[in-house]
């Protein structure tokens, strides 16, 4: 597996209008983007931050599993996003490792990205986010 980069940081807010002000005109990110991910049931918001972004994720209903997240655990960071080479042969890569996957295939996310994810019972508690950037 070959890790280029962090992509992101994901977290999640209940309010995604009050988050965005915040980050934006208080930190002063840019807002590159706002864009609906009915695969995962957010609204995401991206603010650019040099060569990573902050990724701003809020549900749009109350089953998502984002939704349950922010239930249990309230607002916060979510996710870690790596860049890798070749997203399949990470997820092989993975799993021949021993982690557990959330993902076997790539599924689609922000921006059309091929996207996957491990669990965070396999990643010290953290969930890891894999993308690959279009080839």
């Not at 934006?24 to 931050?49: M, N, S, Y």
Request: hydrophobic share 40%.
């Amino acid at each position: 597996m070959s890790v280029k980069r962090i992509d992101h940081i994901a977290i999640v807010v209940s309010n995604l209008d009050e988050a965005t002000t915040l980050y934006r005109d208080v930190l002063g990110l840019p807002v590159a983007h706002t864009e609906h991910i009915a695969e995962q049931e957010v609204i995401v918001a991206c603010l650019p931050a040099g060569d990573s972004e902050i990724e701003l994720l809020q549900p749009v209903n109350e089953t998502s599993g984002v939704a349950r997240y922010l239930a249990k655990n309230g607002p916060g960071i979510h996710h870690i996003c790596l860049e890798v080479e070749d997203i399949e042969q990470s997820l092989t890569d993975l799993k021949a490792a021993g982690m557990q996957l959330i993902n076997e295939q790539p599924t689609t996310g922000a921006g059309g990205k091929r996207v996957a994810f491990v669990h965070p019972k396999s990643a010290h508690g953290v969930l890891i986010e894999l993308y690959e950037a279009a080839r």
